[in-house]
C-alpha cells in the first residue's frame, strides 16, 4: 500500500491563484459601464484594487522578485484567456444559437482595451512592487502603512493614467478622460486605505505561517 504525503499549501500558491483570477475577472468586468450616483466607471474598478493589494502581501512577505514572477504569470494568462475569447468571436455560429451579438458586446475583444490593460498593469504593479520593497529596506521594515499606501498610489496613479491615455484617446475629451482618470484612481485609493487594516493583518498571518519575511533590493531589470 502506498500512502501518499499531504502536501502543505503554501500561502503563497492561493495569493498568485487569487492575483491570476483577479485580473482576468476585472477586465471581464470592465466591459460593462455602471453609474453610482454622479460616479461613472467601468465595473472592473470595483475587484481590480485587489489585484495591488494581493500584490503588496506577495512583496512583502516574498519579495520583489517573487511578485515579479508573478505578474509574468497574470500577465500571459490574461493574454491567453483574450487571445481564447478573440477566437471564439471568430468563429462562425451554429445555426440555431442566436446569441452571437450578446457574446460580442461582452466577451467580444477589442484588441486597443485589452493591450492597454495588460500595459497599464505591467507598469503600475511593478512600479508599486519595487518601490514597497524599496522602502521596506531604507525603513528597516517598519512603517508599513504608509509603504503600503505610498507604493500603492503611485503605483495605481501610474497604472489608471496609463490605461486611460491607451484605450480612450482620440475617443474621450480632454475634460472626460481628466474625470474618467479621477474616478478610477480615487476609487482604487478609498479601497486601499479603507481594507490596510485587514491587508497589515493578513501579513503579519502570513509571515508568521510561512516563517519567512524577506528583504531584498528590488532588481534593476526586468529579467535577472
Do not use: C
Amino acid at each position: 500500500m502506498i500512502r501518499l504525503k499531504k502536501k502543505q499549501i503554501r500561502v503563497y500558491e492561493l495569493l498568485a491563484g487569487l492575483f491570476v483570477l483577479t485580473l482576468i475577472v476585472s477586465n471581464i468586468a470592465s466591459t460593462t459601464i455602471v453609474a453610482v450616483g454622479p460616479l461613472v466607471f467601468d465595473a472592473g474598478t470595483i475587484l481590480f484594487p485587489l489585484a495591488y493589494i494581493v500584490g503588496d502581501i506577495v512583496t512583502e512577505v516574498y519579495g520583489y522578485r517573487k511578485m515579479r514572477s508573478l505578474l509574468y504569470v497574470g500577465i500571459m494568462t490574461l493574454l491567453l484567456t483574450m487571445l481564447t475569447f478573440w477566437i471564439v468571436q471568430l468563429l462562425p455560429a451554429a445555426s440555431d444559437w442566436h446569441n452571437q451579438a450578446a457574446y460580442d458586446a461582452t466577451l467580444g475583444v477589442v484588441w486597443r482595451i485589452v493591450f492597454a490593460s495588460i500595459a497599464a498593469i505591467f507598469v503600475g504593479e511593478l512600479i508599486n512592487s519595487y518601490l514597497l520593497a524599496l522602502l521596506k529596506i531604507k525603513t528597516k521594515g517598519k512603517q508599513l502603512w504608509y509603504r503600503l499606501v505610498g507604493s500603492s498610489a503611485v503605483g495605481s496613479l501610474v497604472d489608471t493614467t496609463l490605461f486611460s491615455v491607451l484605450a480612450f484617446a482620440g475617443t474621450l475629451s480632454g475634460d472626460a478622460m481628466l474625470q474618467l482618470i479621477i474616478t478610477v484612481f480615487g476609487i482604487k485609493m478609498a479601497t486601499e486605505v479603507i481594507l490596510s487594516p485587514l491587508t497589515m493583518k493578513v501579513i503579519d498571518r502570513v509571515k508568521r505561517h510561512e516563517q519567512i519575511d524577506t528583504y531584498e533590493k528590488p532588481a534593476s531589470y526586468l529579467i535577472d
